[in-house]
């Protein structure tokens, strides 16, 4: 089975880093994906890990350790504009379906 | 560029009555489908996913329905609406199965 767990919810202050983490074990592994959710739309594509390590995309990171099944996302800089969802999701090894965790709730405070 | 169609926005249906949803996908060809539900404050829920016309797995047993009756066109429907189906229901493509997930704007249902 899969299961994805990650917070609920953080707080963080303006112009502060934030690390939210996912762990996660699947039936097998085929990329970690993070999804950022502002409240009533749709998810949005943030960033993509299929092998261990740090992606960057400007203010905010990603790192993969496959053999701990273990992300984390990092916003660096924060702004009130980055208060959101943030969703962990997996695919596993049927590869035309992500499993998404339950999402993490932040609240960025001036 | 690739976009994904996705309506109505919002919807009230009350209790028993019919569903249909409908996604279209513009700019690519044999596009991977699929159908999400979120109920409030929860994560994404897999329905359906489709990868070619007529062929639909289910994720979920519940009294939901999936077509795909062209190559960018996926509906999602249900004969008899229960309390329990109201959520915010997403459509999403992909191109190939290592590539993110492109969701459409959602429809929020409210069955009353």
């Known amino acids: 089975g899969q299961n994805i767990d990650q917070p609920t919810e953080m707080t963080a202050t303006e112009g502060a880093i934030v690390q939210i983490n996912c762990t996660y074990q699947?039936?097998?592994?085929?990329?970690l994906f993070w999804y950022q959710q502002h409240a009533g739309e749709a998810p949005t594509f943030l960033s993509y890990?299929?092998?261990?390590g740090l992606e960057e995309k400007g203010r905010f990171s990603s790192f993969l350790s496959r053999s701990k099944g273990y992300s984390y996302l990092l916003l660096k800089e924060l702004q009130m504009k980055d208060s959101a969802s943030y969703l962990c999701a997996v695919m596993g090894n049927a590869g035309n379906m992500l499993t998404f965790g339950g999402g993490t709730r932040l609240m960025v405070k001036p | 560029s690739q976009t994904i169609h996705q309506w109505p926005a919002t919807l009230v249906q009350p209790v028993g009555s019919p569903l249909s949803l409908e996604c279209t996908v513009e700019?690519?060809?044999?596009?991977?489908l699929y159908w999400y539900r979120q109920a409030a404050g929860r994560g994404l829920q897999l329905l359906f996913y489709?990868?070619?016309?007529?062929?639909i797995s289910s994720e979920v047993p519940q009294n939901l329905s999936a077509s795909r009756p062209q190559d960018r066109q996926f509906i999602l429907s249900s004969k008899k609406l229960l309390l329990s189906d109201s959520g915010f229901y997403l459509c999403a493509w992909t191109r190939v199965s290592d590539s993110p997930l492109h969701f459409g704007n959602g429809t929020r249902l409210t069955v009353t």
């Open positions: 700019g690519t060809s044999n596009p991977n």
């Open positions: 489709s990868v070619g016309i007529g062929q």
């Open positions: 890990n299929v092998l261990d």
């Open positions: 699947t039936s097998g592994f085929n990329g």
